[in-house]
């Protein structure tokens, strides 16, 4: 089995997140969704995990960072060109993200950013490796 990634996410409103991450085109996985939590897959190794707040905190005994004030994580996700970029942060965009950063355009680096509806960042690279520059 290849290794995963699973991003758990607290937000306050599991229904407008659910339809903020189904806008987006990610795949919501009904076997691990309930009242509690909505599963979506990215692609077969990255999903996302939206859980609310009171059942975020049976996993950790920290804090809840409130993500409209404070930035507890970046999630950087790739994409196969710089359209596929602006396609998915685009989506978001009509889906109620708000912006984040401005563009960022290095030449074989490609990256636009949003924040979610509970203010989790995320960003969106496309990186040409034939054009990235040789390190020292």
Known sequence: MATMIFVNLPVK?????????????????????DQNASSFAISHTIHVMLLVEPFFKTFTSKEIVDATKATEAIVALSAESREGVDE????????????????????????????DPDGHLWEVVYMDMSAVPDQP
């Open 13 to 33: 409103d599991l229904a407008k997140a659910t339809e903020f991450y189904t806008a987006l085109g990610f795949t919501q996985n009904a076997q691990f969704s």
């Open 88 to 115: 998915l942060v685009e989506k978001a965009f009509a889906a109620g993200a708000r912006t984040s950063n401005e563009t960022m355009d290095q030449g074989f680096m490609y990256g636009r950013s949003f924040q």
